[in-house]
């Protein structure tokens, strides 16, 4: 990853309002985290406000189908090369849910009866569906995993979309999607959609996997919605970082870049629209943002990161001192000490601005 392809990434995304990846193991926090950020994002974006509950309650039941289905896989040799992976998209008038975890091949088919039965019903017929289901405790052998995947057809009334791509002789991954149409929109083509999105995330898995990140967040980058995010780095990804670099640095460095689009990104409809991307290499991490900003700030912003490129970590050190005592004596601010802390404390630093549909874009990559 550097500033170069984070912006081509950017602008490769720009038909979605919202998109948000993250490989990894996948627990209840994450979830809640991811769940949060989500609600902020329908609140600022509007089209989906009335929807807002229902989505969190289909991420949520997602999430469950990973926990379920994970259980099927304990035995798969691969399964920490294909740990969970959930993602939510807004593009125009449609949401969608997607999630992936790995499976043992022996299972597919009962997942498979499933999802085909759930498919073929209307919404009476899944009604109907749901009290048999309840009334006999269970609708297979696996307990009460057939019940989710009638609940999450009965709250989207959409077919759920799935698909299982071969990992070895012994397992698969398990792909599924849930599609919710705003109710202000007409339903045109849905099912066109829908698959066209599964392939958008199954495209996006497999980055994701290729270039080892972690997260990807596109979308509003306004102050309340960086918190989700920074609580989901120290929460959850630094858990499982095992490695000699310091967690503290690596959530410092994170906070900062966060905090960099969220202040000075070019605003658009109130939105600040930016791009977040946490790259896991062997040993270290790479982070990545990229957002628009007005020219009259390009100007500025160009000429401290050239001082600061040029200057050694000791003469970083000790402008990032300087700065300190003038912002805490003297309260001065705007003085740019969050990127002199980034400097200071990234192995290396890249940097661009460049141009998409005549807005100006600025891409940040450090290496912790």
Known sequence: MNAASTASLLKSLHNDD???AYT????DSITHKIIELTQFNIDSAGNFTKLKNKISFLMAECYQNVARHGKYSAEVNTLSDYQGAFYVRSVKDCFFIASANSVTNDVIPSIKEKLEKVNSLNADELRLLQKQVLAKGKLSDRGGAGLGIIEMARRTGRKISYDFAPIDSRSSLFFIQLTIQSPDEQPDKEDEKAESSLEHMKGLYAKMRAENLVVLHK???SENSV??????IEKNILRYNDLKIGKQKLYNVSVEMLQNISMHASKTDKINEGLFILEHHDNNFSIGTCNFISEENEKGLNGLLQTLSKLTKMELNDLYREKLRLLIDEKVVGIGI??????RKSQSV???????DSRKLFSLVVEV
């Open 18 to 20: 919202l998109i948000f």
């Open 219 to 221: 979308g509003d980058f």
């Open 227 to 232: 918190l989700p995010i920074i609580h989901m």
């Open 350 to 356: 890249d940097y661009l601005f460049s141009e998409s």
């Open 24 to 27: 990894g193991l996948v627990s």
């Open 338 to 343: 969050g990127l002199i802390y980034i400097f």
